[in-house]
């Protein structure tokens, strides 16, 4: 079949969000994230994300199964610690739009929908007034022991859009992995402007 992707806003979100939760439990659990997902804290977290004004789902389908997800909103609805690294860098948070999860499942990569997500969310960010878009990456050494052998890093892709790395302006936050247990990871931060 054919992919489609096409972005999904307002109401209608919320009939996306059980998809995404999957893709995010299952997408996420692989290098560089490991993280052990947990549905109840996605069905919360997904649902703050959805209430925000502005924010926007871009969805991948197969047919009618969805395939991959990724999401953007105003940074000005994100919580504090999204928001406080690109103020502290002097960021405009009122003019900056904050890019969250991209996933994909691995059988669907390397199509051109990871050009059509960003391509749809930097149209979302441009049409609310942001002039700027950011996201995170986990960062992971280059001998981690869950490190693949043929993981391919996406800065290439990522700098092929026109984002680079903020030098410096990284933030930290805890999830559980599925090694056991919480962990802290450093996420750095990735810009560019609209």
């Known amino acids: 079949m054919t992919v489609t992707v096409a972005p999904v806003t307002g109401g209608a979100l919320a009939d996306v969000l059980p998809a995404l939760a999957r893709l995010r439990i299952t ?11 947990d549905p109840a804290y996605e069905a919360a977290y997904l649902a703050d994300f959805a209430a925000a004004a502005g924010a926007v789902i871009v969805v991948a ?3 009618s199964e969805i395939v991959g997800a990724a999401t953007a909103a105003p940074l000005a609805t994100q919580d504090k610690a999204w ?13 900056t739009f904050y890019f969250g ?9 390397g199509r051109g929908i990871g050009h059509a997500f960003f391509d749809h969310r930097e149209a979302q960010a441009r049409t609310c007034g942001a002039t700027a878009a950011a996201f995170c990456s986990v960062i992971r050494a ?4 869950a490190r ?3 993981h391919r890093p996406l800065d290439p892709f990522w700098h092929g859009r026109g984002y680079a790395p903020l030098a410096g302006v ?3 936050f805890d999830w ?3 090694r056991g247990g919480e962990e802290r990871h450093e996420l750095q931060y990735w810009t560019r402007q609209l």
């Open 83 to 95: 928001r406080a690294p690109l103020a502290a860098a002097g960021f405009d948070i009122a003019r």
């Open 101 to 109: 999860e991209s996933v994909l499942r691995g059988e669907y990569r």
């Open 176 to 178: 559980k992995t599925v």
């Open 142 to 145: 280059a001998d981690h022991p």
């Open 27 to 37: 997408v996420f659990r692989d290098f560089p994230y490991l993280y052990d997902g």
């Open 148 to 150: 693949p052998a043929d």
């Open 170 to 172: 990284t933030a930290w």
């Open 61 to 63: 389908r197969d047919g």
